[in-house]
């Protein structure tokens, strides 16, 4: 059982910069899967971006170059870096750990980042 905790979003105007940390519980953290997915109301659920145990990283097109994702295993804990937020960024934010082998998923609760214009 993987528990995640997302924390880091808010209120942030167009152009400025959020970090959003998602700690993991659990003892096989290295080798999991890490991804950031965000959901805009009335939307469906996307790929934000991806980070493998070899920190092997996947970006949505629409975040490429303005968002980063990291990892420090040491700390059991997935960081995504958000830069030059747009109004289109607005979403609440969920942490998603996936095993590369079994495939278990776990979902963190989500945190809100609402960007103004």
């Known amino acids: 059982q993987v528990q995640l905790v997302e924390s880091g979003g808010g209120l942030v105007q167009a152009g400025g910069s959020l970090r959003l940390s998602c700690v993991a519980s659990g003892s096989i953290f290295n080798i999991m899967v890490m991804g950031w997915y965000r959901q805009a109301p009335g939307k469906q659920r996307e790929l934000v971006a991806r980070i493998n145990s070899v920190s092997s990283t996947n970006y949505a097109d629409s975040v490429k170059g303005r968002l980063i994702i990291s990892r420090d295993n040491a700390k059991n804990t997935v960081y995504l870096q958000m830069n030059s937020l747009k109004p289109e960024d607005t979403a609440v934010y969920y942490c998603?750990?996936?095993?590369?082998?079994?495939?278990?998923?776990?979902w963190g609760q989500g945190t809100q980042v609402t960007v103004s214009s």
């Open positions: 998603n750990s996936r095993h590369p082998v079994f495939g278990s998923e776990y």
